[in-house]
């Protein structure tokens, strides 16, 4: 995952430092004005340094009180008038949306000019934007050049970022043991995203020997940072005793730590736990809970600008299920298509996904996870007739739901979907919001569909004036198969189709297996 990267630094201290009285000596000061007073009065004379000096002045509450209003009308100044560091400075605000309306192609703009003139930070924030799409059309070739320059300054967030494009093969061959290198680089510099990463690296074995002990270690540096993820895996390690010695008590905390920072993931386990446990040692875990701080750290050089700041609640999820038991799986376009990055929440913890490619008019998205897993055979979906029995296993509104796969039964209701659409089946599967992307199965456990819509009341009631009742829709698993022609390393690899009778409960079982909750950050 990567963070959002920028908040306000002190790599620039001499720019800080000159609105404190401290560093100020007296000799220099006019009589009758403060350091902040001589800088505005400079400032206001149209000096570009004390410009900027004064926009850090107001960002920071130096020498006067806190008006981002005002940082921004300075730092703009000063960018204006080519001044490097308030170049970024003014992008971080559009970024943030601090004094002004956030607008990421703004931030963009200024990133650019500031990283063209050769500001580490800068490439960094511009490789960032690049490799997510924000603000800027979503090019990898250009976030490895831009992360490559920064990165070869020091800069954690380009090194971050770097790592990725080598991990997943973006924009450069994919190369799991440089993204180790590249993450290391990160993670050596306090870069939460970067050491779980890392510690991600090294449970999964991808790019350096398996080592549970080293990627307990680095989970638990970005735990400690308030790095959701990394608390929710550190507490599984702990549950299992993966790299540490097993210990609820520990798991129970860090998952009580995760699920108060607002992450709904670690929700689920606690209850599960906690029946595992005595009185003393749930009260102990929540003694625990309640007196972490996370730990705020500097980046090497005593720079904040590329700690960030973790974006820890995904911005939408839903489902997905496994192809091939190398890690390839199908959600749907709509539920990871446009996501920023990629998580799954599976039995070996969280853990990063990519997307390879989508389609959009068919609203399929393939995704590839590093790991071994459970997959289901996909045939054509010619032969299902209407009445036939379908299922599917998904992860429904988890807020009120919760992280526990979910079984839901029906029939298939048309051969068609809205509109006599050709693409859909219409099926009585009960599905909420949070299913799409789910596998639709037959009684012999094949993929026959992929859950995509359900009818909307609003528009049913409106035209028909009557709610809907249990109209559901399903991309057939032909147009799936069509999909995953145009990559014929996938193709190549799908499990073939179970062409005998079983129990259903064994076709609910290998659907759960292989079911995935899909998190979009």
Not at 119 to 146: C, H, I, M, T
Not at 306 to 328: K, M, W
Not at 364 to 384: D, I, N, W, Y
Not at 492 to 500: Q, T
């Amino acid at each position: 995952m990567l963070v959002n990267p920028f908040t306000f630094g002190r790599s620039h201290r001499r720019a800080v430092l000159i609105c404190a009285l401290a560093v100020i000596s007296a000799a220099t000061a006019k009589a009758n004005q403060t350091p902040f007073e001589e800088v505005k009065a400079k400032a206001e004379a149209g000096d570009v340094e004390s410009e900027f000096q004064l926009g850090r002045c107001y960002a920071n509450g130096e020498g006067v009180a806190k008006n981002q209003v005002e940082a921004v009308k300075w730092f703009r100044k000063a960018a204006e008038q080519n001044h490097t560091v308030a170049q970024f400075d003014l992008g971080l605000c559009y970024h943030n949306g601090d004094g002004v309306a956030k607008n990421q192609v703004e931030a963009a703009k200024w990133f650019r000019k500031a990283a063209e003139r050769g500001l580490a930070k800068a490439q960094g924030a511009l490789g960032w934007y690049y490799f997510n799409g924000k603000g800027v059309p979503r090019d990898f070739a250009e976030s490895v050049k831009w992360s490559r320059k920064a990165a070869e300054q020091g800069n954690s967030l380009g090194q971050d970022t770097l790592g990725m494009c080598f991990f997943n093969g973006e924009g450069v061959p994919r190369d799991f043991a440089e993204a180790v290198k590249w993450f290391r680089k990160a993670a050596e510099q306090n870069l939460a995203d970067a050491q779980f990463n890392l510690g991600s690296c090294y449970r999964q074995g991808e790019g350096a020997a398996k080592d549970l002990v080293e990627a307990v270690k680095w989970f638990r540096k970005a735990a400690e940072q308030n790095l959701t993820e990394a608390q929710y895996n550190l507490g599984l390690c702990y549950a299992k005793g993966e790299g540490v010695a097993k210990n609820e008590v520990e798991a129970y905390t860090w998952w009580l730590v995760a699920a108060g920072q607002g992450n709904e993931v670690a929700k689920q386990n606690i209850t599960i736990i906690e029946d595992k446990m005595t009185r003393e040692q749930i009260a102990e875990g929540q003694k625990l809970a309640r007196n972490f701080k996370p730990r705020k750290v500097l980046a090497a050089g005593g720079d904040r600008s590329s700690t960030g700041i973790v974006q820890s609640r995904p911005g939408a999820s839903g489902s997905g299920f496994f192809i091939t038991e190398d890690g390839y799986l199908i959600t749907n376009e709509h539920v990871a298509g446009d996501g920023a990055q990629v998580r799954l929440l599976t039995g070996a913890g969280i853990i990063s996904a990519k997307v390879v490619k989508v389609d959009a008019a068919n609203d399929l998205a393939l995704l590839k996870a590093e790991g071994r897993f459970a997959a289901l055979p996909v045939v054509t979906s010619r032969p299902v007739k209407l009445g036939d029995t379908v299922a599917t296993v998904g992860f429904p509104n988890i807020s009120l739901q919760g992280f526990a796969p979910k079984f839901a039964r029906g029939e298939i209701g048309s051969l068609s979907g809205p509109r006599d659409d050709g693409r859909y089946f219409q099926i009585s599967v009960p599905v909420q919001p949070g299913n799409s992307g789910g596998a639709l199965v037959d009684e012999r456990g094949n993929v026959v569909g992929v859950v995509s819509a359900k009818l909307s009341a609003k528009a049913a009631l409106s035209l028909s004036g009557a709610l809907p009742e249990n109209v559901n829709y399903a991309v057939k698993s032909s147009f799936l198969l069509g999909f995953l022609e145009s990559v014929p390393e996938v193709a190549a690899k799908l499990k073939e189709p179970n062409a005998k009778d079983m129990k259903f409960s064994d076709v609910v079982e290998q659907a759960k297996e292989a079911a995935v909750l899909v998190l979009v950050y």
